[in-house]
């Protein structure tokens, strides 16, 4: 593989970036390849590799690389201007779409990532309830804001008993901010029960992703999210579904998905085809905290290029292509998927499995029953043959994410879905050996 390009890239990056990066999240030691054109299913890098791509930018692409009807959208829009300090009419019909296919979503608020909606969510829920504190689940991912990252990458030897303690991400965390996150683990009703029973008078929200990445990318038992729906409903607590990544799991949504509704959602990625983009819905008794037309409202929301007219033009495109039927083919190529990888692995006589739902799929080096972050923590003998698989099925032509995630996009055929088990079974039986 020729790699000249992007260690030049890497060398001129390092001189104003720190580590020659700008997102930790596509770091990689001694450096990255550096992308320079996709199309469809395909990544091309600027040493000219081509590489099959479920990465997709973090499961945002769901119609992979300059999908034209998005592309269409964005050129109708560019000449008549990138972003004005007016709303535009581009906006409502986003707004209108998202609320017509999410049977719960009454109002739509547009952020700019998904972190932003994950925090406007968590005030809106402050707002409603007059509560200081935040509920999330141990090892899950919400985005780039202090009190949701509160334990998301705990360690054996920080994470505490099944009452977890709230373990800081970043160094410099304020013990206010982890005095303000209640941690609880994921599918584990009774030790969660007690903990929002202990802080029940002090808790604004519950947030829960219904299927967490950073967990292992095993779905919430439906008697989980259950439990969560009536102990927040009974407790006078909002439930916020985190569903900036899951949301591509169906037309309806996440959480909807399960049978049950929120109060707010927090989404993004795939509404945006591609460029930036988040949201926070919900019903109209909550989401009404943003509202400005008596006055001040209990959240005041900005934001220079909220619902900018090309990421809502380029997401109405995305989102219009995106049919149930859409939906359902690639909901089937991503069983086809999960089932081939799990017989690649299997034949290969490695250890593993694959979890995952609709499009997305994640590869764990482990046979351990997954049900929580706890479950699938991987030790440093299990990362290290994770990150050489991943490294070798890249040099095969084929990009996943670093943690084993990938996600499937609608130009794909069973071909590609083909090549995908090819390679991770032939890159098992080279570890192997
Ligand atoms: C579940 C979840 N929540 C929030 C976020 C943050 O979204 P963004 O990266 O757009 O800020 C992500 C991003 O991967 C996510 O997966």
Known sequence: MRIERS????????????????????????????AASGSGAWLTDVDGNRFLDFTNNFTTLIHG??????????????????????????????????CERVSWFDHVRFTNTGSEAVMMAIRAAR??????????????????????EV??????????????????????????????????????????????????????????????????????????????????????????????????????????RFGIAADLCAFGKIIGGGLPIGAVAGKTEFMAVFDPSRGKPP???????????LSMTAGIAAMRAMTPETFDRLNALGEAARQGLREAIRGAGVPGQVTGLGSLFQIKLNDRTL?????????????????KLVRMVRDKGVLISSTGLGALSTPMVQADIDRLVAIIGDACKEARA
């Open 299 to 309: 959240v005041p929301q900005a934001g220079t290029f909220t619902a900018n007219p």
């Open 371 to 387: 049900r929580s972050y706890r479950d699938q923590y991987p030790d440093a003998a299990e990362r290290a043959r994770l990150a």
């Open 65 to 98: 690389h300059a999908f034209e009807p998005v592309n269409a959208a964005i050129l109708r829009q560019l000449p008549f201007g990138a972003s004005f300090g007016s709303p535009t009419e581009l906006e409502i019909e986003l707004a209108e779409l998202l």
């Open 127 to 148: 707002a409603f309830t007059g509560r200081p504190k935040i509920v999330k689940c141990e090892g899950a991912y919400h985005g780039n804001y202090d009190p949701v």
């Open 151 to 256: 334990s998301f990458d705990p360690t054996p030897e920080n994470w505490g008993s099944n009452r977890p303690s709230p373990v800081p991400y970043n160094s410099g965390t304020p013990a206010s901010v982890l005095e303000q996150t209640v941690v609880v683990p994921f599918n584990d009703i009774a030790a969660t029960k007690e903990l929002l029973h202990e802080h029940a008078a002090e808790i604004a929200c519950v947030l829960v992703d219904p299927m967490p990445a950073r967990a292992g990318l095993v779905p919430a038992e439906r008697a989980y999210l259950a439990f969560l729906r009536e102990f927040t409903r009974a407790n006078g607590m909002v439930l916020i579904s985190d569903e900036v990544l899951n949301f591509r799991l169906s037309h309806g949504g996440a959480i909807g």
């Open 7 to 34: 260690r030049q890239l890497h060398e001129r990056a390092r001189a104003v970036m720190p580590g020659g990066n700008t997102r930790s999240s596509v770091f990689e030691s001694p450096f990255p390849l550096y």
